[in-house]
Structure formats: C-alpha cells, structure tokens
T-cell receptor, first 113, second 113 residues
Framework: NAGVTQTPKFRVLKTGQSMTLLCAQDMNHEYMYWYRQDPGMGLRLIHY???????AKGEVPDGYNVSRLKKQNFLLGLESAAPSQTSVYFC????????????FGPGTRLTVT | GQQLNQSPQSMFIQEGEDVSMNCTSSSIFNTWLWYKQEPGEGPVLLIA?????ELTSNGRLTAQFGITRKDSFLNISASIPSDVGIYFC?????????????FGKGTKLSVKP
C-alpha cells in the first residue's frame, strides 16, 4: 500500500495564480483532511471531509476550496494565491472522524511570490 | 477554541540521555496522540492514548495520558541520533467537528552524537 500520497511535492506560484493540490489514499479511509504547517505554528486544519461528496471547514478555511468526488481523493484548491498561503500542506486520512489515528502524506511545499 | 501548550519548544541533548516533553490543555481530551516529523516528511504516529492514566510504550518511547485528561507526557529513553525530529502532541474529542485533532506547536529535538 502506498498509504497517503500527495502531488505535487513542490510548487512556486505567483500572486493571483490558481492551483490544485491532489491527495490520494489507498486505505479505504472514510475521512480525509487538509492541514497547513507554518514555522512555530504546528499543524492547522484547513478543511476536512467525512465521506465522498462531503466537505467541511476547519480552523483556517479562508482562501481555500476542497472537493471529494471520489472516496480515495481529496483536492485542495487555491483560486487566487496570496503570499500568506506560502506553507507546507499536508493531507491526512483516517478510518473515521477524529480518527483516533490519522495517517499523513509527505507534504507539498508551496511558495507564493 | 481549544489550544495545546507543548513544552519545551526545543531540546539539545547528548546521545544516551533521556528526554521528556509534555502537552497541556485548558480543556479535556478523550484521546492523546504523539507524532514525530522528520525533515521533509509528514508526521508519523508514535503512540495513541485512549484513557486517563494510561501508560503506553513503543520501544524506547513511553507516553502517558494525564489523570486530569488535560495533559500528556512523552519520554524517550537512551536517545540516539535518529531520534532527531519534531515531536507533536495532538488531542481529540469525539463528536462533530470536535472529533478533529488539535495539535501542539511541537518540540524540536536535536541529539549530539
């Protein structure tokens, strides 16, 4: 099993550009999450999904949109990137909400200039 | 919202020394999780704790779920260079959005050979 995978690994955007980050999991998990990690801030939840076709806001949802069209995939979109969105983005999945255990992908490092 | 205070923020130790770190919360959690993150990687689950007073080990790592349910501790015995990384605690409650994980800001561990 690959577990949780994320693409791309690195990306540089100019302010105002858009992009989509892809997360895929092969563990048949119901729940998926997007976090951002900034220096000294730990991990903060952006959006999450409790199942195919559902999404919900986390702690820091502004400027992001998500979609969960297939159970195994969770997409994070930035419609108009801003420098404040420079961060490392992690996707995670769990068997059920809160999970008890969440399994993380390797991360995407995004720089917005 | 709920916040976790994780301390110390960073540690520089000699190989072979024992390490202790802790997390405290202003509110009660039903589950405590400890993750380790190595440079360029996503967090990896080390230990999960499910009830107050529980003491769980994973090799040289031992974690405890505090009796008050507002704190947790992680100890690493006889540290080795591969213990280097950032250790995160995460607390969780069940039900609705409260089932999501709340992360501490991490303890960065450096080990001198």
């Amino acid at each position: 099993n690959a577990g949780v995978t994320q693409t791309p690994k690195f990306r540089v955007l100019k302010t105002g550009q858009s992009m989509t980050l892809l997360c895929a999991q092969d563990m048949n998990h119901e729940y998926m999450y997007w976090y951002r990690q900034d220096p000294g801030m730990g991990l903060r939840l952006i959006h999450y999904s409790v199942g195919e076709g559902t999404t919900a806001k986390g702690e820091v949802p502004d400027g992001y949109n998500v979609s969960r069209l297939k159970k195994q995939n969770f997409l994070l979109g930035l419609e108009s990137a801003a420098p404040s969105q420079t961060s490392v983005y992690f996707c995670a999945s769990s068997y059920r909400q809160g999970a008890r255990e969440q399994y993380f992908g390797p991360g995407t490092r995004l720089t917005v200039t | 919202g709920q916040q976790l205070n994780q301390s110390p923020q960073s540690m520089f130790i000699q190989e072979g020394e024992d390490v202790s770190m802790n997390c405290t919360s202003s509110s009660i959690f039903n589950t405590w999780l400890w993750y380790k993150q190595e440079p360029g990687e996503g967090p990896v689950l080390l230990i999960a704790l499910y009830k107050a007073g529980e003491l769980t080990s994973n090799g040289r790592l031992t974690a405890q779920f505090g009796i008050t349910r507002k704190d947790s501790f992680l100890n690493i015995s006889a540290s080795i260079p591969s213990d280097v990384g950032i250790y995160f605690c995460a607390g969780q409650n069940y039900g609705g959005s409260q089932g999501n994980l709340i992360f501490g800001k991490g303890t960065k561990l450096s080990v001198k050979p």
